[in-house]
């Protein structure tokens, strides 16, 4: 198997490894980069994680917000969305599976761009044994978003729709399920949020 092949699987298949509760919002993409890092370091795959670490920070430089560090590329796609509102790759971030309860007939969108089907997209250009040594734009983002997405995949609400007679269109992974809730950590309440919005606060 060529080299960059198994730098990106080897780094694929450890951020898979990462338990889910782990990875909600900014500090769970953290710590799925930070885990993925610190396991292909005790593998003895440093040189494989230094050529990943040099291919996500390249042109950096054009991504003021981004953090300078591997960890900190895990969150460049957000960053993309919520800071330069570039919202092209929206539906890369999630995969909306359905779960069916009640038996209400529904026939779920079919979404070719989702987080499934970027990461495959990822893997098939960044392992292209022909380019291996070469460092380009679209390499460097393809491996951030790769590196964000596998850390939304472990989130349920990026991974799953709710169908019933309610949803009959699916809840778009908790979006359309809205809830009261106070918190106690800052004394405030929060009326009518969305499933996925509770764990940023």
Same mark, same amino acid.
């Not at 970027?118 to 983002?141: F, G, H, N, W, Y």
């Given at each position: 198997?060529?080299?960059?092949?198994?730098?990106?699987?080897?780094?694929?298949?450890?951020?898979?490894?990462?338990?889910?509760?782990?990875?909600?919002?900014?500090?769970?993409?953290?710590?799925?980069?930070?885990?993925?890092?610190?396991?292909?370091?005790?593998?003895?795959?440093?040189?494989?994680? #230094?050529?990943?670490? #040099?291919?996500? =920070?390249?042109?950096?430089? =054009?991504?003021?917000?981004?953090?300078?560090?591997?960890?900190?590329?895990?969150?460049?796609?957000?960053?993309?969305?919520?800071?330069?509102?570039?919202?092209?790759? #929206?539906?890369?971030?999630?995969?909306?599976?359905?779960?069916?309860?009640?038996?209400?007939?529904?026939?779920?969108?079919?979404?070719?761009?989702?987080?499934?089907?970027?990461?495959?997209?990822?893997?098939?250009? =960044?392992?292209?044994?022909?380019?291996?040594?070469?460092?380009?734009?679209?390499?460097?983002?393809?491996?951030?978003?790769?590196?964000?997405?596998?850390?939304?995949?472990?989130?349920?609400?990026?991974?799953?729709?709710?169908?019933?007679?309610?949803?009959?269109?699916?809840?778009?992974?908790?979006?359309?399920?809205?809830?009261?809730?106070?918190?106690?950590?800052?004394?405030?309440?929060?009326?009518?949020?969305? =499933?996925?919005?509770?764990?940023?606060?």
């Amino acid at each position: 198997m060529k080299r960059d092949t198994v730098m990106i699987r080897a780094f694929f298949f450890v951020c898979l490894s990462v338990h889910a509760s782990l990875a909600w919002w900014e500090f769970g993409h953290v710590m799925v980069a930070r885990i993925a890092y610190e396991d292909l370091a005790a593998n003895n795959l440093t040189s494989i994680l #230094d050529e990943a670490v #040099d291919l996500a =920070l390249f042109g950096a430089e =054009l991504s003021p917000n981004m953090t300078k560090t591997f960890e900190g590329v895990s969150l460049w796609a957000d960053d993309m969305k919520s800071m330069q509102s570039i919202h092209i790759w #929206d539906t890369w971030h999630f995969i909306d599976l359905p779960i069916l309860q009640d038996g209400t007939p529904v026939t779920p969108e079919n979404n070719p761009n989702n987080a499934l089907e970027m990461i495959q997209d990822a893997l098939t250009v =960044l392992t292209q044994p022909e380019t291996r040594t070469v460092k380009t734009i679209e390499k460097a983002s393809l491996l951030r978003f790769l590196i964000h997405i596998v850390g939304d995949i472990h989130q349920p609400l990026h991974t799953a729709a709710y169908y019933s007679q309610q949803y009959k269109k699916g809840d778009q992974g908790g979006n359309y399920i809205k809830i009261t809730w106070e918190a106690s950590h800052t004394a405030v309440s929060y009326t009518h949020l969305t =499933l996925p919005t509770i764990y940023s606060v």
